[in-house]
C-alpha cells in the first residue's frame, strides 16, 4: 500500500517538475512587431514557425544597431558597412539552393543557432524554436 | 493428477543414484569444461540471442501434446538447464542434474523443427546435446541410453549381438527366403562390391525379416552388394545421443573402415533414421570429415534409384489408403521426402499425406536416443506426442509407413496407446509385397 | 541548458555510436575467431546462397509456417521492427542535425508519418509486454531482463514523442529523449538486442547446414 502511495507522490512530483516552467513562457510572447520567422517560402511546412521577436531579441541580444549582423550579404564576413536589411532572406537564400549557396532553412537554422551556441544564450533545440502554439 | 502430470517423477537408477554421488565440485568443472572448452561460438550465439519470444513453442510435439505447457516449449528446455547452468556458472545441485537430464535426455527428440520455427533459427536441438554431454561427462545417463552405449562400446553393435550371432542370423535369413527364391544369397565379405549393406543392431536381434526383405530386393534388382562379416555392420549410434562423443567417433570410425577394408563403392543403409545422422552430420565431423569419407545412402534414395533405373518393377500396388511419417534424421535432416513420395506412390495406389508433412512433420517422439532410454520413460514420449497420434487419425490412412527404425518404435507405442486404427510397416515390407519377383517360384 | 545539450548531443553522440559500432564489432570479431578455432564446422559449412536465402526468407512477412500460424504476432513484428528502424533514420530533425554537423543529409519522412511510426513502435511494444505476461510459453521464459531492455527500446520513442509535442518542460525531455537513444544504442551489443547483428550470422549459418548439407527448407 505504501508502495502504491510513493509511487503516486512520485508521479505528481515529476509531472510538477516539468510543468512549472512552462506557465512562465505565455506572457513574455505578446509582441505586436513580429513575432514569427517568414516562413512563406516554403510549400508544406512539417513544424510550426519559429518563434522570433525581432525587437525584443535584438534589445536582449543589444545588436539594435548592428543589422548588418544578420542582414549581411557575405554570412562567413559581415561587414559592418553592407547591410542586407529590407531585403527578403528568400532572395539569396532559395528553398532549393545552388552548390553555392545556403538553402532557406540552413540559413535560418544557422544564422540563429550558430551565434546562440556562440554567445552560449538563446534556444538551441528543435522544439525552443519551434514551439507549440 | 492427469495423465501428463504423472510422467513428471521418473525413477531410473541411470540418473538418481549416479547424481547422488556427484559433488559440487565435479558438476562446476564438468559444466564450465563443456560450455567454456568444448563450445563455444555456437554455444554463446544461440544463447546470447534468445529473446526468450517462445515462438519457437509451435514446433515441439512436446509442448503440443502437453496442452501448450511452457516447460516442454524448446526455450523453456532451456532455460530449465542451460540457462541456469551458465547463470550460476555450474553451482547447480544434484536434483538439477537428474531434471536436466530428463529434459535433454527424454522430453527432447533433437529434432531439430525447432530451429525453423525460431526467428533467429537458433538450433535448442545442439542445445540439449550440450546438456546431454555434460550430463554424460557427470556420468548421469539414463540407464537403459548407457547400456546400449556400453553395447556399442564393447560389441560395436548396439543390441550386444555377439560376432557368430551376426553370421547366423544373416545365413539363417538367407535360407529362410530361399524358399521363395532360390538363387538369393546373402554375399559375405565380397571385396569390391559396388556397396556393403549396413544396418542396425535391431535388425539382426528382432527385425531379421527386413535383411532378408532387403536381400530379396537386392537379388531383384541384380546389384552386386555384400555385407560385412565382422565388427562394424552396425550403422546405429547411441553413444551419439547419450553424449559419449569418443564412443561415437570409434564406432562410426568403424562403420566406414569396414566399407574401406571392403573396397566398396559406397554403403547403402536400411530404413533408420539417426544412424543416416550420425554418419553424414554428427559422426563424419567428430572424425574431421566435412562430408561422409565414403558415400552413404539410405534406403529411400535407394529404393528411389532402383526404381529410376527400372531395375525395381512395380507387380501389384496396395489399395488400402495409406499415409507416410517423414522421419526427422532422412528428411528435416537430408531432404528425402520427394524420393520417398515417389517410391510410395509408385507401389500405394491410395496415398494420403498426413499435414503437416515433409520437412514440417512432427518428430515420432522415439528418435534423439529417447526409445533407448527404455520402460521408464516410454510414457514420457507417448504422452509428449498426442499430436502424432492426432495427426495419423485425421488421414483415415490404415496403414502407416515409416521408414526408420526409431520411429516405428516410437509409433508402435502410439498406436497402442491411443488405439489407433492403423498398420504400421516399413517401406521395405510393402516394396516386398508388390514388387516383382522374376526369381520367385 | 547549453552545455548540458551540447553535450549530450555532441560527444556523447560519439561515445554512443562507438559503443554500439565498436560493441557489435567486437562481437562479430570475438564471435567469429573463436568459431575459428573451436567451431570449426562454421566455416566449412557456410554457404552463400542458402545462407542469404535463410535471411531473406525470414524477412518476409508470412513466408514461414510459423509466421502463419501467429499472425498477430508477425503483423506486430513486423510493423515494430520496420518502423523502428525507418522512423529515427529518416526523421526530419535528426537528418537535419546531421546535416547541420556534416554536410550530410538524405531523403526524410513527413513528421505525420513519423508520428504514425512512433504510435506504432510504442503500441507494439505495449503488446509486446502485455504478451509476455499473458502468453503461457513467453511468460514462462521472460524475466525481469526482458522488460527492461522493452523499455530501453520504449523510451527513446516515448521521449521523442512528448518531446516533438512538447508535453512536459520541453528542455528536459528533449535531454531524456537524446539520453535515451544513447542508452539504447550503447546497450545493443551487450544484450540480446544484438540480435541486429546475430540474426544474419545465425541464420546465415543455419541456413547453410539446412538448405546445402540437408538439402531442405528452414522455414
Ligand atoms: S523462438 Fe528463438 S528467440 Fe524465441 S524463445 Fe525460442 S529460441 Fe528464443
Ligand atoms: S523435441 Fe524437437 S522441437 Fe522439441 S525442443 Fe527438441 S528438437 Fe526442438
Redesign the pocket.
Known amino acids: 500500500m505504501t508502495g502504491k502511495l510513493a509511487l503516486w507522490a512520485g508521479l505528481g512530483l515529476l509531472t510538477a517538475l516539468f510543468v512549472w516552467p512552462t506557465l512562465f513562457v505565455g506572457p513574455a510572447l505578446s509582441q505586436d512587431d513580429m513575432t514569427h520567422i517568414i516562413t512563406d517560402a516554403f510549400g508544406v511546412k512539417q513544424r510550426p514557425a519559429s518563434v522570433f521577436v525581432h525587437d525584443e531579441h535584438n534589445i536582449k541580444a543589444e545588436i539594435e544597431d548592428d543589422c548588418w549582423l544578420c542582414h549581411h550579404f557575405d554570412g562567413k564576413n559581415p561587414d559592418p558597412m553592407d547591410s542586407s536589411a529590407g531585403m527578403p532572406c528568400v532572395d539569396c537564400h532559395p528553398v532549393k539552393a545552388d552548390p553555392d549557396q545556403t538553402p532557406l532553412m540552413q540559413a535560418f537554422h544557422k544564422q540563429c543557432k550558430d551565434c546562440h551556441l556562440e554567445k552560449k544564450a538563446g534556444p538551441i533545440a528543435c522544439g525552443e524554436c519551434h514551439v507549440r502554439p | 493428477m492427469s495423465e501428463a502430470a504423472l510422467a513428471q517423477k521418473i525413477d531410473d537408477p541411470g540418473l538418481d543414484e549416479t547424481a547422488a554421488k556427484l559433488t559440487p565440485e565435479r558438476i562446476r568443472t564438468t559444466i564450465n569444461r563443456v560450455l567454456q572448452q568444448e563450445n563455444s561460438a555456437r554455444l554463446k550465439a544461440f544463447v546470447g540471442t534468445c529473446v526468450s519470444c517462445g515462438l519457437c513453442s509451435d514446433?515441439?510435439?512436446?509442448f503440443l501434446s502437453h496442452d501448450r505447457d511452457p516447460k516442454y516449449s524448446?526455450a523453456g528446455?532451456v532455460k530449465q538447464t542451460l540457462w541456469e547452468m551458465i547463470r550460476t556458472k555450474g553451482n547447480v545441485s544434484q536434483e538439477f542434474i537428474v531434471r536436466a537430464a530428463t529434459i535433454a535426455y527424454t522430453e527432447?527428440?533433437?529434432?531439430?523443427?525447432?530451429v525453423q520455427y525460431c526467428p533467429f533459427g537458433i538450433d535448442?536441438?545442439y542445445l540439449?546435446t550440450v546438456v546431454r554431454r555434460i550430463c554424460h561427462l557427470l556420468g548421469v545417463t539414463p540407464l537403459y541410453l548407457q547400456d546400449t552405449s556400453h553395447s556399442h562400446a564393447s560389441t560395436f553393435n548396439q543390441m550386444w549381438v555377439k560376432d557368430d550371432e551376426w553370421i547366423d542370423t544373416l545365413q539363417w535369413q538367407e535360407d529362410e527366403y530361399r524358399d521363395e527364391i532360390p538363387n538369393l544369397r546373402i554375399p559375405l565379405e565380397k571385396e569390391g562390391a559396388d556397396f556393403f549393406y549396413s544396418v542396425i543392431g535391431p535388425e539382426p536381434k528382432f527385425r531379421t525379416q527386413l535383411i532378408g526383405q532387403a536381400a530379396v530386393l537386392m537379388n531383384e534388382c541384380g546389384v552386386d552388394w555384400t555385407m560385412p562379416a565382422t565388427p562394424g555392420w552396425d550403422n546405429s549410434d547411441m553413444s551419439m545421443y547419450s553424449g559419449d562423443l569418443e564412443i561415437m567417433g570409434r564406432i562410426k570410425r568403424a562403420h566406414f573402415e569396414t566399407a574401406r577394408r571392403l573396397r566398396v563403392k559406397r554403403v547403402v543403409m536400411g530404413e533408420c533414421g539417426h544412424a543416416y545422422r550420425s554418419v553424414y552430420d554428427v559422426g563424419n565431423r567428430w572424425l574431421g570429415w566435412r562430408e561422409m569419407p565414403i558415400p552413404v545412402i539410405h534406403a529411400l534414395q535407394f529404393y528411389w534409384e532402383m526404381l529410376k533405373e527400372g531395375r525395381l518393377k512395380v507387380a501389384t500396388q496396395m489399395e488400402e489408403p495409406c499415409t507416410f511419417h517423414d522421419p526427422c534424421n532422412v528428411v528435416r535432416g537430408m531432404g528425402l521426402h520427394e524420393m520417398a513420395r515417389d517410391v510410395v506412390r509408385a507401389f500405394c495406389s491410395n496415398f494420403i499425406e498426413m499435414e503437416p508433412n515433409r520437412e514440417q512433420n512432427y518428430?515420432c517422439s522415439a528418435g534423439g536416443g529417447v526409445i533407448n532410454c527404455g520402460p521408464p520413460h516410454t510414457k514420457t514420449r507417448v504422452l509428449g506426442n498426442r499430436v502424432k497420434a492426432e495427426q495419423i487419425t485425421a488421414t483415415g490412412a490404415k496403414v502407416l509407413i515409416a521408414p526408420c527404425h526409431n520411429c516405428h518404435g516410437g509409433l508402435e507405442d502410439i498406436i497402442n496407446h491411443y488405439k489407433l486404427d492403423v498398420k504400421l510397416v516399413f517401406l521395405i515390407d510393402i516394396i516386398y509385397a508388390h514388387m516383382h519377383k522374376s526369381n520367385a517360384i | 541548458m547549453h552545455s548540458i545539450y551540447t553535450f549530450v548531443t555532441g560527444p556523447l553522440v560519439w561515445v554512443a555510436f562507438l559503443v554500439f559500432i565498436g560493441g557489435l564489432a567486437g562481437k562479430f570479431v570475438y564471435l567469429t575467431s573463436l568459431a575459428k578455432n573451436k567451431d570449426p564446422y562454421v566455416f566449412s559449412y557456410l554457404h552463400l546462397k542458402y545462407a542469404l536465402r535463410s535471411i531473406i526468407v525470414w524477412l518476409i512477412p508470412f513466408s514461414t509456417r510459423n509466421m502463419r500460424l501467429n499472425p498477430v504476432m508477425t503483423v506486430v513484428t513486423f510493423a515494430f521492427h520496420i518502423c523502428l528502424i525507418i522512423a529515427p533514420i529518416f526523421l526530419l530533425a535528426h537528418v537535419i542535425m546531421f546535416e547541420e554537423a556534416w554536410g550530410v543529409s538524405w531523403w526524410t519522412l513527413p513528421d505525420a508519418v513519423a508520428d504514425v511510426m512512433t504510435w506504432v513502435v510504442l503500441a507494439s511494444i505495449v503488446f509486446f509486454v502485455v504478451r509476455r505476461r499473458v502468453v503461457p510459453e513467453a511468460r514462462y521464459v521472460t524475466g525481469p531482463k526482458e522488460f527492461v531492455i522493452l523499455g530501453l527500446v520504449a523510451l527513446p520513442f516515448l521521449t521523442g514523442f512528448l518531446a516533438y509535442y512538447q508535453i512536459f518542460d520541453y528542455q528536459t525531455m528533449i535531454i531524456l529523449h537524446v539520453l535515451a537513444g544513447e542508452a539504447m544504442l550503447v546497450a545493443i551489443p551487450f544484450t540480446w538486442l544484438s540480435h541486429v547483428m546475430l540474426y544474419p550470422m545465425i541464420r546465415g549459418y543455419m541456413g547453410s547446414e539446412f538448405g546445402a548439407e540437408r538439402h531442405v527448407k528452414d522455414w
Do not use: D, S, Y
Not at chain 2, 527432447?108 to 525447432?114: A, W, Y
Open positions: 514446433a515441439c510435439h512436446f524448446p528446455k527432447c527428440n533433437v529434432c531439430k523443427r525447432c535448442t536441438a540439449m518428430c
